[in-house]
């Protein structure tokens, strides 16, 4: 089947731009704007002190999603046998935190009226990824049923 190796291909293409493209646009009082990545919120948080916060933002933004990737590449190319899958749901269950994290963050900001916010590349390319992995994830479950 050839929709899996897409899927796994756009995947991998869009985790890296979705970890290092801004992921949104705060502007604070008209004059100051932040246009942080993930890992430079990770990193930020670090260097600032929050180094719990940073351990768990960069686990289930960054680990899991990379661990998710790998266990899907293995099984679909077939290093791995399918019955891993299991592997992928209980890493499968923390994927889309990171996005909904930030939808959360960007409605707060619009509607709190102390700073405007705006999505930007990275949310959309990080999305991409945890949704085409989260297909790829399927696609395999079920070719394998077959």
Known sequence: MVLIPLLLLG??????????????SLEKFFVFEETPSLIEV???LWD??????AAVIGIFSIVFPISKLV???????????VRRL???????????????L???????????GMAS??????IWFFGA?????AVAALAIEKSARA
Request: hydrophobic fraction near 65%.
């Open 129 to 133: 990824a945890t949704l085409l992995s």
């Open 42 to 44: 990770v990193t930020g």
């Open 71 to 81: 266990v899907l590449f293995l099984i679909g190319f077939g290093t791995l046998h």
């Open 102 to 112: 930030v939808a959360i963050v960007v409605f707060a900001a619009k509607t709190s």
């Open 86 to 100: 299991v592997w992928l749901s209980a890493l499968g269950k923390w994927s889309m935190m990171d996005v909904m």
């Open 117 to 122: 916010a705006v999505a930007l590349p990275g």
């Open 48 to 53: 600032a002190g929050d180094a719990l916060l």
């Open 11 to 24: 995947a991998a293409l869009c985790f890296p731009l979705g970890l290092t493209l801004p992921l949104m």
